[in-house]
C-alpha cells in the first residue's frame, strides 16, 4: 500500500498483557511517528522520532513506551491498558522531521480493543 | 499557535459533479498545507501539499486545492467526483520554517459520492 507496515492488524488485549506494535518503513526516511485514532475525535500526535532520537512525547501517558531501534523501525510496547485506550494505532514516516518534505507516509494501522 | 478547521462533517455529491471540501487554518507565519484521505480500514494516503509559489496545487487522483492567504484557507476540489472518492479526508496544517514542525490535523470530513 504504502511502503509503511504495521504488525498486527488486529490485537485484543487484557487490561494486564503486555503486548507490543510493529512498525516498519521501506521508504528511507529519517522520521516515524506514532498517532492514536479514536472514532468522533481528532488524530492525536503521540510520538515522534527523528534518525532515531524521540523528538516529541504529547503527554502520553506510560503505559504506553515507544521504542525506535533503528530509522527503519518502530516499537509501541503496551503494558496495563485501559478499555478507552482502545482505537486505531497508526505509524508514519516523513523525509525528515522539519522542513519542506515532512508529509508523512500511513501504515493501515492495528486496531487494538483492550477488555 | 497553529489550528485547522474542517467546518463540514460530511459532504455528499452526486458522481460526475464538482465537489469541494473546505479547510481554513491558523498559523504565526507561512503554512504549509497538506490533504490526506482515508479509505475504510486503512491509514492515511497523502493527496497533495501547498509549501510555496502557485496558488493551485495538483495532486493525486485528480484532486487539487487552492491556498487563498487571505482566507485562510485550503478548499480541496476535484471537477467530477467518483463513487470511489467516498472515504474520509484530512486537511493539515504546520507552520514554515522556524515553526514547530508538528502538523495539527482537523477532525475530518466524510465525502459520499453517490452514483
Known amino acids: 500500500e504504502t511502503g509503511v507496515t504495521q504488525t498486527p492488524r488486529h490485537l485484543v488485549m487484557g487490561m494486564t498483557n503486555k503486548k507490543s506494535l510493529k512498525c516498519e518503513q521501506h521508504?528511507?526516511?529519517?522520521?516515524m511517528y506514532w498517532y492514536k485514532q479514536s472514532a468522533k475525535k481528532p488524530l492525536e500526535l503521540m510520538f515522534v522520532?527523528?534518525?532515531?532520537?524521540?523528538?516529541e512525547n504529547n503527554s502520553v501517558p506510560s503505559r504506553f513506551s515507544p521504542e525506535c531501534p533503528n530509522s527503519s523501525h518502530l516499537f509501541l510496547h503496551l503494558h496495563t491498558l485501559q478499555p478507552e485506550d482502545s482505537a486505531l494505532y497508526l505509524c508514519?514516516?516523513?523525509?525528515?522531521?522539519?522542513?519542506?518534505?515532512?508529509?508523512?507516509?500511513f501504515g493501515p494501522g492495528t486496531r487494538l480493543t483492550v477488555l | 499557535a497553529q489550528s485547522v478547521a474542517q467546518p463540514e462533517d460530511q459532504v455528499n455529491v452526486a458522481e460526475g459533479n464538482p465537489l469541494t471540501v473546505k479547510c481554513t487554518y491558523s498559523?504565526?507565519?507561512?503554512?504549509?498545507l497538506f490533504w490526506y484521505v482515508q479509505y475504510p480500514n486503512r491509514g492515511l494516503q497523502f493527496l497533495l501539499k501547498?509549501?510555496?509559489?502557485?496558488?493551485l496545487v495538483k495532486g493525486s487522483y485528480g484532486f487539487e486545492a487552492e491556498f487563498n492567504k487571505s482566507q485562510t484557507s485550503f478548499h480541496l476540489k476535484k471537477p467530477s467526483a467518483l463513487v470511489s472518492d467516498s472515504a474520509l479526508y484530512f486537511c493539515?496544517?504546520?507552520?514554515?520554517?522556524?515553526?514547530?514542525?508538528?502538523?495539527?490535523f482537523g477532525r475530518g470530513t466524510s465525502l459520499i459520492v453517490h452514483p
Open positions: 508514519a514516516s516523513s523525509q525528515q522531521a522539519s522542513g519542506p518534505h515532512n508529509e508523512q507516509f
Open positions: 521508504l528511507g526516511h529519517n522520521a
Open positions: 522520532y527523528s534518525l532515531e532520537e524521540r523528538v
Open positions: 498559523v504565526s507565519g507561512n503554512p504549509y
Open positions: 501547498y509549501i510555496t509559489g502557485d496558488n
Open positions: 493539515a496544517v504546520r507552520e514554515g520554517s522556524g515553526g514547530s514542525y508538528i502538523p495539527t
